[in-house]
Structures are given as structure tokens and as C-alpha cells.
């Protein structure tokens, strides 16, 4: 079991910049894949960005190079800093932990927080 908490959401002006926090506990050994997931309202869950156990990131389209994606190890937390936010980056953001074990896969889902951008 992983556990994922999130936090760092809220209300922003166009322009400005937040910072999404996910700590992971329980079974953090079996994680292989960590990072972010949005869903805007009618829409579909899209990648933000994720990053590998062995430290490799990918960035969806909807990063926008606005956004970069970071881990603590120690901490067992990965950090979303977004800058130069835009009304289209109004969603409800979701941490996600992709885990392994001798080939038994599972997704896990942080509650999610909600981001606005508005004016």
C-alpha cells in the first residue's frame, strides 16, 4: 500500500506561480513511477509530469515548459513548482505512484487538490 498527500493547491492570479507538494508513505520501495495528473472540469485526467525511480522526468503537453517537476528522496516527496499560470491551468491536481512488484502493477491516487487560476 502507498499512501499519497498532497497539498500546495489554492487561488491564484494569472501569471502567478504555486508550488504542489506529494509525500508518499507506506510501501515506498515499490515505487517505480511518481508525479502529477490534472483534470479540468469535462475533461479527461492528463499527464502533468512524472519522474522515474532512477530520476528520469517526462513533462505532458500541459506543462507548457512552465512547469518543472522535482523529488526529494529523503523526504519521500515530489514537488510540481508551476509559474507563469494561465486560466487553462485550472484543475483538480492529482499525485499519482506507479508500483512494481514481481510484476503485480498498481496505481495510487492522492486525494487531489485544487488549483484556480483566476483573476
Known amino acids: 500500500q502507498v499512501h499519497l498527500v498532497e497539498s500546495g493547491g489554492g487561488l491564484v492570479q494569472p501569471g502567478g506561480s504555486l508550488r504542489l507538494s506529494c509525500a508518499a508513505s507506506?510501501?515506498?520501495?515499490?515505487?517505480?513511477?511518481m508525479g502529477w495528473y490534472r483534470q479540468a472540469p469535462g475533461k479527461q485526467r492528463e499527464l502533468v509530469a512524472t519522474i522515474t525511480e532512477g530520476g528520469s522526468i517526462v513533462y505532458g503537453d500541459s506543462a507548457q515548459d512552465r512547469f518543472t517537476l522535482s523529488r526529494d528522496a529523503a523526504k519521500n516527496t515530489v514537488y510540481l513548482q508551476m509559474n507563469r499560470l494561465s486560466p487553462e491551468n485550472t484543475a483538480v491536481y492529482y499525485c499519482?505512484?506507479?508500483?512494481?512488484?514481481?510484476?503485480?502493477?498498481?496505481?495510487?491516487w492522492g486525494q487531489g487538490t485544487q488549483v484556480t487560476v483566476s483573476s
Open positions: 507506506g510501501s515506498i520501495h515499490t515505487i517505480r513511477v
Open positions: 499519482n505512484a506507479w508500483t512494481n512488484v514481481l510484476n503485480d502493477k498498481h496505481d495510487w
